[in-house]
């Protein structure tokens, strides 16, 4: 997770998404397939049969849901202001039309995953303002995804997305309110991250303790970015699962006892990450003392949580887009065959060296045809880096 500071709101961009057609043998060239997409905008139909195959697929298998909740971390997408390290490459119009893309991509996996059902999502969003809120909307709006903002009384029974600022209307000590909330709206600074961070997991948990039934009794929290379009979904629902507290049969005293849950972490290829699930027994200072927007924020961030005295796992390695490189190498990945692999761990020696395993996991980068990121091909399409 890696921020800049957001000034000003823009109306957003629309988007599109995928085609319908089915090729009828499998293409030997990413070339064919971006040919097939040119077709037509599919992301109605898409989308509609991929929430009706979800539904028959959970009625044969009695899919498990795993609760808990989800945050995902966002900047508003806004040219200028969101992804300025891409304007060079795509121009400032570009580069919020991609921001917006993925984390378009983000919010369909999550809300279209039936293990998710019951799990709480919350979209924290920078800055917080009237604006960025009514942006975001448009955006969930786009989708068709359902939400509560903000505004609305937070004990309704919803299965939507919670729309939450960034950061708490109290959070701020200033005297000077109306100017301090205006900072802390705008200050997405790496040095305010942390307290962004912990505000989010105070509040999120708040959230859970209101509705614990409704989302099965899990007070797991996981963290989200938003620079990693393609998420992978199986180390969501496996963070969820790691961090939640369970009982045990104790054969010594007859009785149960809780065994604490563990934090799970996927590093990104930059030395941050773009994934932390946290348990209900971690404190929020957790995330004090991280070095962020720097090669050792992961590594960091986990020597925080074990010092902490909480237990750490480590997931799959994640794919971020800060930089005009990324673009490229993200557009080679999504266009390319099943059996295409890439080692983006190479290009951080202290990943590297950090631990063996993340040579042993496949990237989540790593698409078929695109097939989970179709907004954000859609865009590099139009913007003319996928030719």
């Known amino acids: 997770m890696r921020y800049e500071e957001v000034e000003t709101v823009l109306p957003p961009d629309d988007c599109q998404t995928k085609s319908t057609t089915t090729p009828a043998t499998k293409p030997k060239e990413s070339s064919s397939v971006i040919q097939r997409l040119r077709g037509g905008s599919w992301k109605n139909s898409c989308r509609k049969l991929k929430k009706q195959t979800q539904g028959k697929n959970k009625a044969a298998n009695n899919t498990a849901t795993v609760g808990g909740a989800v945050v995902v971390f966002a900047k508003c997408p806004i ?8 304007s060079p490459l795509l121009g400032e119009e570009g580069a919020a039309s991609l921001a917006r893309a993925m984390l378009s991509d983000i919010l369909v996996t999550l809300s279209d995953c039936p293990e998710l059902e019951r799990t709480l999502k919350v979209l924290m969003y920078a800055p917080g303002t009237k604006d960025s809120e009514s942006l975001m909307i448009s955006i969930l709006q786009s989708l068709d995804i359902s939400y509560l903002s ?22 701020s000590k200033s005297t000077d309110t109306h100017q301090s909330s205006v900072n802390n709206a705008t200050d ?3 040095s305010s991250l942390g307290d962004k961070l912990a505000d989010a997991l105070q509040r999120t948990r708040t959230l859970l303790a209101n509705k614990r039934e409704q989302y ?7 963290f989200l970015g938003m620079d990693s379009p393609e998420i992978p979904i199986e180390e969501v629902i496996r963070g969820l699962q790691i961090s939640s507290s369970r009982q045990s049969s104790s054969q010594q005293h007859d009785k149960l006892e ?10 990104s290829n930059d030395g941050g990450y773009g994934l932390l699930s946290v348990p209900i027994h971690a404190p929020c200072s957790i995330f004090s003392g991280v070095r962020w927007s720097n090669h050792l924020t992961a590594v960091s961030q986990l020597k925080a949580i074990t010092d902490a005295g909480v237990d750490v796992s480590l997931g799959k ?30 290009r951080n020696d202290v990943l590297s060296q950090f631990t063996s ?5 496949t990237p989540s980068c790593v ?21």
Do not use: Y
């Open 79 to 86: 040219p200028g202001a969101s992804k300025t390290r891409l």
């Open 150 to 171: 903000s505004a609305v009384d937070s004990e309704m029974d919803a299965r939507g997305w919670h729309l939450l600022p960034m950061i708490s209307p109290t959070h």
């Open 188 to 190: 997405l600074t790496s």
């Open 216 to 222: 099965n009794n899990n007070e797991s929290v996981l």
């Open 258 to 267: 809780v065994i604490n849950g563990k934090a799970h972490l996927c590093p």
């Open 317 to 346: 390695l994640m794919f971020d887009v800060d930089e005009p490189e990324d673009v490229h190498l993200l557009a080679e990945q999504l266009t390319a065959t099943k059996e295409t692999k890439c080692d983006p761990c190479e």
């Open 357 to 361: 395993e993340l040579r042993n996991t």
């Open 367 to 387: 698409g078929a045809f695109g097939k989970d990121c179709p907004h954000t091909l859609q865009v590099m399409m139009e913007l003319g880096v996928i030719k």
